[in-house]
């Protein structure tokens, strides 16, 4: 602590000066406006726009976001109806950016698609923001926010920023990305009669490829999936369709669609959905795409639509075929219910609208480029306005946000299926909570007394069954008559992945489920496996390798480290690496190889086995994905890492090499070691480095009697910042930020007074003594901004003499 001091003391008499940029944010983040600047060379940049829509072909342009340049993304127009409609006179065009449509593995934040959408339909801009935040509360749904665009340094207004929906965003919600996508629009011809709404089509499976688009696949698994939909014998329907379509998640993406009055969709037209296949359940998942005409944006669409809109319609089988059944119709009552008790009241949606306008209300009102006026922009939420919604061209009333969900509220809320008495579940649970492969596992519920039936649906892989659970004190469930259920899931084999959920049903087939989504936020465990030690551990690695080190043959490859923290070297021929926790034995590392005592291992991750050796089987998904090292019997575990989205060429590691902390650094050490081993400094990271609103380097050779600088941005603009300096690091995770010191020998703090654009850099003198040669110094930043309590990333520095 003495030396911690003498360094704060140095500090307190610096002078300060300004540098450095700002730090990374999710880029879906929906508190979050960010600029996004496009730079056309073309002089007829323009007419290239347009005269490539049809075709939808890219223009390149350089892209500049948070300061940080992308240089010859692909641009375009994008956009049916909010395209075609829009009067010539109009720019407010709807755009598409590619990051790496010139440049492979470009990315933005890990996005490489980016939807920019104008509004065409809503005066409030809220319309779209609204229903895919509510489609995200129920099921699958792309991410949405919005940005400010800038083309040639011309401000061209506010935008809806909508998630691509391709195998980045599969990967996000599933852990899987490498699975068949189609999109319920016609690639060839219209529309009409349900062909891209899963009629049956016949047995030509182009006829498929032409009424959907294909975004991956080879469309005889649509088709399969739209023969066991339209041609099953009824009585054998139920079991054959769960096998390859998720009825639960079409029902609540349904559900969503009719309360917020987006017809333009399954419900209505019949098209502009997803469909996508889940890579280990083989199931089919609708969501949705494309909700700018909710709440009645066309001038259309009514507050008392039925909630059985279109069920008993011919042209859409996945309502016909399916609520013909007892069962599942209560199922989608129920799911309906959920929503409308959850969500569908005019003071949530309000309290939405009110957070989000006033955050884009000043980008609104100076953009003059957009279709509606400021006036309909304050208006429309509440009230009515006249303005170019409609098709053809054409003015149409476009009632207010309020004027639509008042009335819709007040008329779900009022329908029987709404005011149905039905039962509460509460308490669930299983037991063991960490079964091996030995133990069966217990589920409990407890629920109300108005409950005649409790059935648990669980799934490892396919579809999942249902079984009866008991209220009879002989089913690990309490005493019998207390209102608490059981039922067993039988012993699974190692690293087997489970998921349940419970229902419960009233005399009367009123039912209720726990978790409340069903299959979507359904509880899981995992069968664990037999637990080993060893001094080998995983160490460090990079899963989107863009410009760092490149392979035998010149290649940038996906790589890990391994490392021996034992002082003798140890053999891993033998050992085995995953990428799939339900297949231990993936990839064996081969006969020959050992680690040197404090050395490390570099293994490639490319599938190109071909190559060397050491190229494993698998890639590293930049998504996040979970990675384990096993023993040579194929089944102890010796270590695991789970990871979220990872950005390029930046590496996960552990802080100490074999230690227990892992964070992020900016600067790989592929074949080194992670710490510092010589005089200098290096920044680090939460595993999220976009918890670091702020960023800090240090710079500066840190010789005791120098001088080093300290240099953040990204902080609030003109105010201030609390520096704190350890002798030990630290991972607390606090909440609104992640803490990297230990408290327990922390010093400081000290004021940072960060400039009007929120940057600082502060000279630190290094007094010329001896005692601090060898000294490790760990520090980071603290602050408030305009989203509460924010922190910067930690450094450190080891000083020498």
């Not at 529309?191 to 030509?204: D, I, K, Q, S, Y």
């Not at 978790?515 to 690695?541: K, M, Q």
């Not at 033998?574 to 291992?601: E, F, R, V």
């Amino acid at each position: 602590m003495h030396r911690i001091n003498v360094l704060l003391a140095a500090l307190l008499a610096s002078p300060f000066a300004v540098s450095t940029s700002a730090s990374a944010q999710d880029y879906y983040d929906p508190d979050t406006v960010r600029d996004i600047y496009l730079t056309f060379k073309q002089s007829n940049w323009w007419q290239l726009l347009l005269n490539n829509k049809a075709q939808k072909i890219d223009i390149s342009a350089d892209m500049v976001v948070d300061n940080q340049t992308y240089t010859n993304v692909g641009v375009r127009f994008r956009g049916q109806t909010s395209y075609k409609w829009l009067p010539p006179a109009h720019e407010k065009k709807s755009f598409n950016i590619r990051t790496d449509a010139f440049v492979s593995g470009q990315d933005l934040y890990g996005y490489s698609n980016l939807n920019l959408n104008n509004g065409f339909h809503d005066p409030s801009f809220m319309r779209e923001f609204l229903a895919y935040m509510i489609a995200r509360r129920y099921g699958i749904a792309p991410k949405c926010n919005f940005v400010r665009l800038h083309l040639n340094n011309v401000y061209w207004g506010i935008y809806v920023n909508v998630q691509q929906p391709n195998s980045d965003m599969m990967k996000e919600w599933f852990g899987k990305n490498d699975s068949n996508r189609y999109r319920g629009f016609p690639s060839v011809g219209n529309f009409g009669n349900g062909r891209c709404a899963l009629t049956w089509l016949g047995n030509n499976v182009q006829a498929y490829r032409d009424a959907y688009e294909v975004k991956q696949g080879d469309a005889m698994d649509l088709m399969n999936l739209c023969d066991v939909l339209n041609n099953t014998p009824t009585n054998q329907l139920q079991a054959a369709l769960r096998k390859v379509f998720s009825v639960d998640q079409f029902y609540r993406y349904a559900i969503v669609m009719n309360a917020m009055l987006q017809t333009d969709s399954y419900i209505g037209s019949g098209k502009d959905h997803f469909l996508w296949v889940h890579e280990d359940h083989n199931d089919f998942h609708m969501f949705p795409f494309d909700l700018n005409e909710s709440l009645g944006a066309e001038g259309q669409g009514s507050p008392t639509l039925p909630i059985w809109y279109n069920t008993t319609r011919t042209d859409k089988p996945a309502f016909t075929k399916t609520l013909q059944f007892p069962d599942w119709r209560a199922r989608y009552v129920a799911h309906y219910r959920h929503l409308v008790e959850e969500t569908f009241s005019w003071t949530q949606f309000n309290a939405i609208l009110t957070k989000y306008r006033a955050l884009i209300s000043k980008d609104v009102a100076r953009d003059t480029k957009k279709i509606y006026t400021t006036a309909d922009f304050d208006t429309n939420v509440t009230s009515r306005v006249w303005g170019l919604g409609g098709r053809n061209g054409r003015y149409v009333w476009i009632p207010g946000i309020k004027e639509m969900i008042e009335p819709r509220e007040k008329y779900l809320k009022g329908l029987p299926e709404m005011n149905a008495p039905r039962p509460t579940l509460s308490a669930l649970a299983h037991s063991p909570t960490q079964p091996t492969n030995k133990d069966t596992v217990w589920v409990r519920v407890t629920t109300t007394t108005n409950t005649s039936k409790v059935t648990l649906f669980s799934r490892s892989k396919g579809s999942f069954v249902g079984s009866t659970m008991y209220d009879d004190g002989q089913h690990h469930d309490g005493k019998a008559g207390d209102w608490t259920w059981g039922a067993s899931i039988a012993a699974l084999p190692y690293g087997t992945p489970v998921d349940y959920y419970t229902m419960a049903a009233t005399s009367t087939n009123v039912v209720r489920f726990l978790p409340a989504n069903a299959e979507l936020t359904a509880a899981a465990y995992r069968v664990d496996w037999p637990h080993g030690t060893s001094p080998i551990d995983l160490n460090e690695f990079v899963a989107k390798n863009n410009s760092g080190i490149q392979d035998e043959k010149q290649q940038y490859e996906d790589w890990l480290e391994l490392y021996n923290a034992s002082s003798q070297a140890v053999s891993v021929a033998g050992m085995y690496l995953t990428d799939d926790m339900t297949n231990a034995t993936k990839w064996k590392i081969p006969t020959g190889y050992s680690i040197p005592a404090y050395g490390q291992l570099l293994i490639w991750c490319d599938e190109d086995g071909g190559q060397g050796p050491l190229h494993a089987n698998f890639k590293l998904a930049a998504g996040g994905e979970e990675i384990g090292l096993f023993a040579t019997d194929g089944q102890t575990l010796l270590d695991t890492f789970a990871f979220g989205q990872q950005e390029a060429d930046i590496a996960t590691g552990r802080l100490a090499d074999g230690g227990a902390q892992w964070v992020t650094f900016p600067v790989p050490t592929p074949s080194t070691l992670n710490d510092l081993t010589a005089c200098g400094s290096r920044a680090f990271s939460a595993l999220d480095y976009t918890r670091h609103r702020i960023s800090m380097t240090v710079t500066g050779l840190p010789k005791i009697g120098t001088t080093i600088t300290l240099a953040c941005g990204g902080g609030p603009a003109s105010g201030a910042g609390l520096l704190y300096m350890a002798g030990v690091p630290a991972y607390l995770d606090i909440g609104p930020c992640v803490f990297l010191l230990n408290p327990l020998v922390m010093a400081g703090p000290f004021l940072l007074p960060f400039d009007a654009q929120g940057k600082v850099n502060a000279p630190l003198g290094l007094p010329n003594d001896p005692g601090l040669d060898g000294f490790r110094l760990w520090m980071q930043v603290l602050s408030i901004d305009s989203k509460g309590l924010t922190a910067s990333n930690g450094t450190e520095t080891l000083i020498c003499k």
